[in-house]
């Protein structure tokens, strides 16, 4: 049933942002998660709680000349929202194809968009690491970034090297934020 009503909801956005094409009416890079709302708590199963899956994702209202997607996931209250000490980096991705309408659950690198380049996170590793937070609420602000460019392959570079390539190429951005405190 929540399969079915997912697909109903894509369907009538998907409908909503053709007609506003045709009306000529400026869309915007929207970004979202069957997983949870935006400013919602993300589901234990995709923290280091339970499962540590990728949520999936989508995305919609990509500018014209979107050549490649960046995708950023970061918690900038760690270790403790009452006294942040640093952004800690859970996922990096780049060069996703703009034909990719977006990755599903529990996403493999093996399963990712041809062309998606893996960056480092902040446990040295290029996949997904869900929310783990120490101690309190802490927020994960999934960040989508369109770009006019296809970059060269960074290596095994993390959030900083990304950044860095991105500038000057950002033609739109989407964010969704989660939230996770571990129980």
């Given at each position: 049933m929540m399969r079915t009503a997912a697909f109903f909801v894509r369907v009538f956005f998907a409908f909503g942002l053709a007609c506003a094409?045709?009306?000529?009416?400026?869309?915007?890079?929207?970004?979202?998660?069957?997983?949870?709302?935006?400013?919602?708590?993300?589901?234990?199963?995709?923290?280091?709680?339970?499962?540590?899956?990728?949520?999936?994702?989508?995305?919609?209202?990509?500018?014209?000349?979107?050549?490649?997607?960046?995708?950023?996931?970061?918690?900038?209250?760690?270790?403790d929202p009452a006294a942040p000490q640093t952004t800690w980096v859970h996922w990096v991705l780049y060069n996703l194809p703009p034909s990719a309408a977006g990755i599903g659950q529990g996403v493999t690198s093996r399963e990712l968009p041809t062309g998606t380049r893996a960056g480092v996170n902040d446990w040295q590793r290029t996949s997904y690491g869900g929310p783990c937070p120490p101690i309190g609420r802490h927020r994960y602000f999934f960040k989508l970034y369109a770009l006019d460019v296809v970059l060269p392959d960074l290596g095994k570079q993390g959030k900083a090297a990304l950044e860095h390539a991105m500038q000057g190429h950002v033609i739109a951005q989407a964010e969704l934020i989660g939230l996770y405190q571990r129980p």
């Open positions: 094409a045709q009306e000529g009416v400026a869309m915007s890079l929207n970004l979202i998660s069957p997983a949870f709302a935006n400013g919602a708590d993300i589901p234990a199963i995709h923290t280091c709680d339970s499962s540590d899956l990728s949520p999936a994702l989508s995305w919609s209202g990509l500018p014209p000349a979107t050549k490649s997607l960046a995708l950023i996931v970061d918690d900038p209250d760690a270790p």
